[in-house]
C-alpha cells in the first residue's frame, strides 16, 4: 500500500475512519465500477488503489458516507466531511436528498452545560454574601442591592454588540451596530421567491425600553431591513443570543425530528421567513414567535447550510479532477494481468 503521491511524492497522510484503507486525508471512490482513489492535498492528482486492495475499503466507504449528515452532492460527484475530519468523494448517481441532522446538536447540549454551570456558581456566590452579611445584621440592604446588580448586569448582556455593519454596506448609509435585545425582536420576511429577509426594530437606539416585566418593548422607531446574504449572516450570530441557554439532548432529538420533517434546512428557513417568524418576544407578536424547539431547529438549519456551501465551493474542482483521473483508470484498469517475471540468474562462465 501506497503512502506519497505518484505525481508529486508529496506524503498522502491517513484516516481512521477506513479501516480496509487508513491512506489520505481524502479518498475518492466508484462503487459502481470499483474505483478508489487516495486524492493528494498537495497537487490535488488521483492516486488509483490497487486493484486488490479496492472492494471492502469501497464498501466501508460507501456505508461511511451514506451515514454521514454533512454532505453534498451534483449530478456525478458527492463529497462527505466524516467526523474524524476525512473528505469521502463519491463517484456516481447521487443519492436521494436527505436534511442533515448532526454533531451540532452536540454543541447546543454543551452551551446548556456552561450555562447551567455559570448560573449554579453566581447564584452561590451571591448566597455566600447575602448569608455572610445577614450574620452581622446588614443582609436585607444587601437584598435590595443584589437585585440592583442583577438588573445591571442584564442590562450590559442586553446592549452587548451581536454584529456591526459599516456604513458601506448598511441600508442606512451609516454604521448600525445590532445588539442583543435588537435581535430579540427582529422578524423573519420572504421578499419573493429570492432568499430571504430579517427585519431589526430600534437600530437606532442602543438602550432598550422595557415593560413591568421586564420585557422589551419595540417601538419600530427604524427598523433595519437586510437582505439575503447579510440576513444570514446577522441570523446566524442572532441565534446564539436566542438559544443561550442551550438544550437538552431531549430537545435537541425534537429540533432534529422538527427538521427532518422539512424538505432540507434552507426549506426549513424559507418556511420560518414565509410565516414571518419572530426570533424573541413582542408584545402583538406572540402567535409569531418562534417556539424553543424551533429555535433550535432554526439555528441548526442555519448551520447546515454554513456547512453545505462550504462544501459546495468544492464540487466544482472534484468533478473535473474526477474525469481526469477516470480516464486514467480506465486504462489502467483495461490492461491485462501480467505473470510475475523470473528472477534475474548470475550465469558463471564455464
Known amino acids: 500500500m501506497y503512502r506519497t503521491c505518484i505525481f508529486?511524492?508529496?506524503?498522502?497522510?491517513?484516516?481512521?475512519?477506513?479501516?480496509?484503507?487508513?491512506?489520505?486525508?481524502?479518498?475518492?471512490?466508484?462503487?459502481?465500477?470499483?474505483?478508489?482513489?487516495?486524492?493528494?492535498?498537495g497537487c490535488g492528482r488521483w492516486n488509483l488503489a490497487p486493484m486488490e486492495e479496492r472492494?471492502?475499503?469501497?464498501?466501508?466507504?460507501?456505508?461511511?458516507?451514506?451515514?454521514?449528515?454533512?454532505?453534498?452532492?451534483?449530478?456525478?460527484?458527492?463529497?462527505?466531511k466524516l467526523r474524524d475530519g476525512t473528505r469521502l468523494i463519491r463517484v456516481g448517481e447521487?443519492?436521494?436528498?436527505?436534511?442533515?441532522a448532526w454533531r451540532y446538536g452536540d454543541q447546543l447540549v454543551s452551551r446548556r452545560r456552561r450555562y447551567l454551570i455559570a448560573g449554579a456558581a453566581a447564584g452561590g456566590l451571591g448566597l455566600a454574601a447575602v448569608s455572610g452579611l445577614m450574620a452581622v445584621g446588614v443582609g436585607g440592604g444587601l437584598m435590595?442591592?443584589?437585585?440592583?446588580?442583577?438588573?445591571?448586569?442584564?442590562e450590559k448582556q442586553a446592549t452587548r454588540v451581536v454584529h456591526r455593519l459599516s456604513a458601506a454596506e448598511s441600508p442606512t448609509g451609516r454604521e448600525v451596530s445590532i445588539r442583543r435585545w435588537h435581535v430579540l425582536g427582529a422578524q423573519l420576511a420572504a421578499p419573493g421567491s429570492?432568499?430571504?429577509?430579517?427585519?431589526?426594530?430600534?437600530?437606532?437606539?442602543?438602550?432598550?425600553?422595557?415593560?413591568?416585566?421586564?420585557?422589551?418593548r419595540f417601538a419600530d422607531e427604524e427598523v433595519?431591513?437586510?437582505p439575503d446574504a447579510q440576513a444570514r449572516l446577522v441570523l446566524g450570530r442572532a441565534m446564539v443570543q436566542v438559544n443561550r441557554k442551550g438544550a437538552s439532548r431531549d430537545r435537541v432529538a425534537d429540533a432534529v425530528e422538527l427538521l427532518g420533517r422539512a424538505d432540507g434546512a434552507e426549506s426549513y428557513l424559507r418556511d420560518a421567513a414565509r410565516r414571518e417568524s419572530v426570533l424573541g418576544r413582542r408584545k402583538g407578536m406572540e402567535a409569531r414567535q418562534l417556539t424553543p424547539i424551533a429555535s433550535l431547529a432554526l439555528e441548526m438549519a442555519l448551520?447546515?447550510?454554513?456547512?453545505?456551501?462550504?462544501l459546495q465551493g468544492e464540487l466544482g474542482a472534484l468533478e473535473a479532477a474526477w474525469r481526469q483521473a477516470e480516464e486514467i483508470a480506465g486504462i489502467a484498469d483495461a490492461l491485462p494481468d501480467l505473470p510475475p517475471s523470473d528472477p534475474p540468474r548470475l550465469i558463471l562462465p564455464g
Not at 511524492?9 to 475512519?17: I, M, Q, T, V
Not at 429570492?194 to 422589551?216: A, C, F, Y
Open 144 to 154: 435590595g442591592l443584589w437585585s440592583v446588580f442583577v438588573h445591571a448586569y442584564e
Open 303 to 310: 448551520h447546515d447550510e454554513q456547512e453545505r456551501r462550504a
Open 224 to 226: 433595519l431591513v437586510l
Open 55 to 80: 472492494w471492502e475499503a469501497i464498501e466501508q466507504a460507501d456505508r461511511a458516507f451514506r451515514d454521514t449528515r454533512i454532505r453534498v452532492q451534483s449530478e456525478n460527484v458527492g463529497l462527505a
Open 8 to 41: 508529486c511524492s508529496a506524503d498522502l497522510g491517513a484516516n481512521e475512519a477506513l479501516e480496509a484503507f487508513p491512506v489520505g486525508r481524502r479518498v475518492a471512490f466508484d462503487g459502481w465500477k470499483g474505483r478508489l482513489w487516495a486524492v493528494c492535498t
Open 94 to 100: 447521487a443519492l436521494p436528498g436527505e436534511l442533515a
Open 194 to 216: 429570492d432568499g430571504i429577509e430579517l427585519h431589526v426594530p430600534d437600530v437606532s437606539r442602543k438602550d432598550r425600553k422595557t415593560d413591568g416585566w421586564g420585557r422589551p
